[in-house]
């Protein structure tokens, strides 16, 4: 079956040690997303990709980084984890811009 | 700046009674509206899209509709059952100036009792 694929599941990292998060799919989708979602909130969208174009959202702190080498792959690189940087890290796809968006079951950052 | 809001936060139901979920947006320009389902501790499982020219999509036991007008969605979720248990987002896409910029609401969290 077609899907969005998130490794690990869940990670756990220290204060500070960087960490890289993956996503791939295999629905040969055009965009790729990554959203931080903390507890009882709304999924917070951080960057996105159309195809190799990236886009970052104004707010997202420069700690954070991605890379998407090739279409089904997706990373999400956080250089010096804080505290406030535990959270649930979503990766969606979606065909086109404006179409529905697919998600993978998350990956669960804890930092101690 | 678009705000989604979803109200209640929380619903707690007896099994098989119908239930609506309740999606309100102040900002009526959108694309689509998007609802999904989230279990503790995993991915949103996507359930039904709405496009903005659309009233209303069905599955199986679901029913969303949309009245952009007035800048609300509903699901209706018929028969409820204790699997249906989850917490429920919507999400709005705007029509122009970054298609990609989903607003989600904060969700409901239903309760089915057994």
């Known amino acids: 079956d077609a899907m969005v694929i998130q490794n690990p599941r869940y990670q756990v990292t220290q204060f500070g040690k960087p960490v890289t998060l993956s996503c791939s799919q295999t629905l040969n989708h055009n965009v790729m997303y990554w959203y931080q979602q903390k507890s009882s909130q709304a999924p917070k969208l951080l960057f996105h990709y159309y195809d190799k174009d990236f886009n970052n959202e104004a707010d997202t702190p420069d700690n954070f980084q991605s890379r998407r080498p090739n279409t089904s792959f997706c990373f999400l690189d956080i250089r010096s984890p804080g505290l406030g940087d535990a959270a649930m890290y979503l990766c969606?796809?979606?065909?086109?811009?404006?179409?529905?968006?697919?998600f993978g079951p998350g990956t669960r950052l804890t930092v101690l | 700046k678009q705000e989604v809001t979803q109200i209640p936060a929380a619903l707690s139901v007896p099994e098989g009674e119908n239930l609506v979920l309740n999606c309100s947006f102040t900002d009526s320009a959108i694309y689509n509206l998007q609802w999904f389902r989230q279990d503790p501790g995993k991915g949103l499982t996507s359930l039904l899209l709405i496009q903005s020219s659309q009233r209303e999509q069905t599955s199986g036991r679901l029913n969303a509709s949309l009245d952009k007008s007035s800048g609300r969605s509903t699901l209706y979720i018929a028969a409820s059952q204790p699997g249906d248990s989850a917490t429920y987002l919507c999400a709005v896409r705007p029509n122009s100036g970054g298609y990609q910029k989903v607003t989600f609401g904060t969700g409901t969290k239903l309760q089915v009792i057994p």
């Open positions: 969606a796809t979606s065909r086109e811009s404006r179409n529905e968006q697919f």
